[in-house]
């Protein structure tokens, strides 16, 4: 790599983290769209035609990922040919990703909600789901 490649990169993620550090809005027009293409990485199943509020954590930190990979590539395109469309279409792939692990923290959240309601406080269901009944004497051993 040379010097002005490495340097926009570095340029190229500071304008991620900065990006990143702002407020996401995932109530507005664009907040929830619809999936149109599963990562091709994805083994589960298809959540085409899904919002994303309606997706697993797993797969949209999946989908983020996918988000970020094309706003690189677009940065890449725009650092060799100068088209002004590229670097718009990066801030777009940006913002989405920034929506998308909103939605995912918040599925992340619900999953260990659920949990915590199922098998109790402790997270592991000791108390609950491990619980044995002990009618037997302590006589009869199984081995």
Not at 28 to 44: A, C, I, L, M, S
Not at 77 to 100: C, H, L, P, Q, V
Not at 112 to 121: F, H, L
């Amino acid at each position: 790599m040379s010097v002005e490649q490495d340097i926009a990169e570095l340029r190229a993620r500071v304008v991620a983290l900065e990006e990143a550090a702002k407020p996401v809005d995932i109530s507005g027009e664009y907040g929830d769209k619809e999936v149109r293409k599963d990562p091709q990485r994805w083994q589960g199943p298809s959540m085409v035609g899904k919002r994303w509020s309606q997706c697993p954590a797993d797969y949209l930190e999946m989908l983020a990922g996918l988000c970020d990979w094309k706003a690189n590539k677009n940065d890449e395109e725009f650092a060799s040919t100068g088209n002004a469309d590229k670097k718009k279409y990066a801030r777009y792939e940006r913002e989405d990703a920034k929506r998308i692990r909103a939605h995912a923290q918040r599925a992340g959240k619900s999953v260990q909600t659920n949990d915590a309601q199922r098998y109790g406080a402790t997270g592991h269901g000791a108390s609950a789901k491990h619980a044995v009944d002990r009618d037997d004497d302590d006589t009869s051993l199984p081995f």
